[in-house]
């Protein structure tokens, strides 16, 4: 098992910045790829980034690339989630999974284990 915790969740103004964090435990060796979703009210779960056991590689979803940066310290089993330029339609609540699967996937159902969520809010 691999238990994740996020924080950094928060409400900023349109244009502004939050950092999310993604604190792993237990089985962390298993797991190959970190990522990050989100979901809004009444939405789908949808994919927003992911990064690599490496950190080598990371991907993005169209929507957030060019503001959105993810990161991760292997030494602290910890992934972050640097979002600038924060639009209204960003609002969500932001969850860190993770997958022991090689691939990169943007699909949710594929990821393993997930975190509790974080509520981000970005007011007009």
């Known amino acids: 098992q691999v238990q994740l915790v996020e924080s950094g969740g928060g409400t900023v103004q349109t244009g502004g910045s939050l950092r999310l964090s993604c604190a792993a435990s237990g089985r962390t060796y298993t797991v190959n790829i970190m990522g990050w979703f989100r979901q809004a009210p009444g939405k789908e779960r949808e994919f927003v980034a992911a990064?690599?056991?490496?950190?080598?590689?990371?991907y993005y979803a169209d929507s957030v690339k060019g503001r959105f940066t993810t990161s991760r310290d292997n030494a602290k089993n910890t992934v972050y989630l640097q979002m600038n330029s924060l639009k209204p339609e960003d609002t969500a609540v932001y969850y860190c999974?993770?997958?022991?699967?090689?691939?990169?996937?943007?699909?949710?159902?594929?990821?393993?284990?997930w975190g509790q969520g974080t509520q981000v809010t970005v007011s007009s």
């Open positions: 999974a993770a997958r022991y699967g090689v691939g990169h996937t943007t699909v949710h159902k594929d990821y393993n284990y």
């Open positions: 990064i690599t056991l490496s950190g080598y590689s990371t």
